[in-house]
């Protein structure tokens, strides 16, 4: 799996709800989409490389969310 592809996908996503006035509505949501809508395998892979420090082009909305609520997934 290319994390690089995941990285930037997670992006957008951030990038989407990063623009909602509410900030914690905005990271539950980005937490809620990647868990809806991303297969195991791919949230697994971003999981790895964040631990791993391998995820450095990711947004930190998106590093916050997915650190928030990675427990729940």
């Given at each position: 799996?290319?994390?690089?592809?995941?990285?930037?996908?997670?992006?957008?996503?951030?990038?989407?709800?990063?623009?909602?006035?509410?900030?914690e509505?905005a990271?539950?949501?980005?937490?809620?989409?990647?868990?809806?809508?991303?297969?195991?395998?791919?949230?697994?892979?971003?999981?790895?490389?964040?631990?791993?420090?391998?995820?450095?082009?990711?947004?930190?909305?998106?590093?916050?969310?997915?650190?928030?609520?990675?427990?729940?997934?």
């Amino acid at each position: 799996m290319n994390v690089d592809n995941l990285i930037k996908m997670a992006n957008q996503i951030g990038g989407f709800f990063e623009a909602m006035p509410d900030r914690e509505e905005a990271l539950a949501d980005i937490a809620g989409h990647i868990k809806r809508f991303w297969a195991p395998r791919m949230r697994e892979a971003l999981l790895q490389a964040m631990d791993r420090g391998d995820a450095p082009g990711l947004d930190a909305i998106v590093c916050e969310a997915v650190g928030r609520y990675r427990a729940g997934w």
